[in-house]
């Protein structure tokens, strides 16, 4: 099946910086999607990409949909303690007729020094 | 509020027992989703729904079972041939259709934890 390769796994920061993660596929996808993930809960939808090339923000973070297709990253600025998670790229084939599943990659655990 | 309700949020198994995770929508979604999250690992999917009456395996469907008789309601059903079946269990609903950009979004429940005794 599809493979999605996000790195890095985990990313130790100290509040203020900028982050950077992305993710790489093996195959095409005709849409992005960044979620984040709090312990315990399910992954909210930070931010959803449909066009090759684009670029969207959503307040601190903006994330890039590759113009291969494969690949997707996503920044954010100025990091705040909040921002603390697990955060998942996901990819999705769309391919004619059905609501396919999501294709997740692994995460990246952001961790915030004081 | 519109979301996704799963219950229990904690469930314990029994060897060789059955048990089933409720998920329910009043988002009007067409589409239903179940994934399994392992540790340090992504979501994988265990089946979806499209529609209602019908719904199709995804990667790791073998020791789960699904139902889908109402658009609002997407039972999973761990069954004793799932041999390791402790994980964190995410339910997850999204319009359907041709149109983009809906149909990629997927919105997820708070998940239920199920454990082995």
């Known amino acids: 099946g599809q493979q999605l390769n996000q790195s890095p796994q985990s990313m130790f920061i100290q509040e203020g910086e900028d982050v950077s993660m992305n993710c790489t596929s093996s195959?095409?996808?005709?849409?992005w999607l960044w979620y984040k993930q709090d312990p315990g809960e399910g992954p909210v939808l930070l931010i959803a990409?449909?066009?090759?090339?684009e670029l969207t923000s959503n307040g601190r973070l903006t994330a890039q949909f590759g113009i291969t297709r494969k690949d997707s990253f996503l920044n954010i600025s100025a990091s705040i303690p909040s921002d603390v998670g697990i955060y998942f790229c996901?990819?999705?084939?769309?391919?004619?007729?059905?609501?396919?599943?999501?294709?997740f990659g692994k995460g990246t655990h952001l961790i915030i020094q004081p | 509020d519109g979301g996704i309700t799963q219950s229990p949020k904690y469930l314990f198994r029994k060897e060789g027992q059955n048990v089933t995770l409720s998920c329910e929508q009043n988002l009007n979604h067409d589409a239903m989703y179940w994934y399994r999250q392992d540790p340090g690992q992504g979501l994988r999917l265990i089946y979806y729904s499209q529609i209602v009456n019908d719904f199709q395996k995804g990667d790791i469907a073998e020791g789960y079972s699904v139902s889908r008789e109402k658009k609002e309601s997407f039972p999973l059903t761990v069954t004793s041939a799932q041999k390791n079946p402790t994980a964190f269990y995410l339910c997850?609903?999204?319009?359907?259709?041709?149109?983009?950009?809906?149909?990629?979004?997927?919105?997820f429940g708070a998940g239920t934890r199920l454990s082995v005794l």
């Open positions: 195959s095409i996808f005709n849409t």
């Open positions: 997850a609903s999204s319009k359907a259709g041709r149109r983009q950009p809906v149909w990629g979004i997927q919105y």
């Open positions: 990409l449909y066009k090759a090339g």
């Open positions: 996901a990819g999705q084939l769309n391919s004619g007729g059905g609501a396919d599943g999501l294709t």
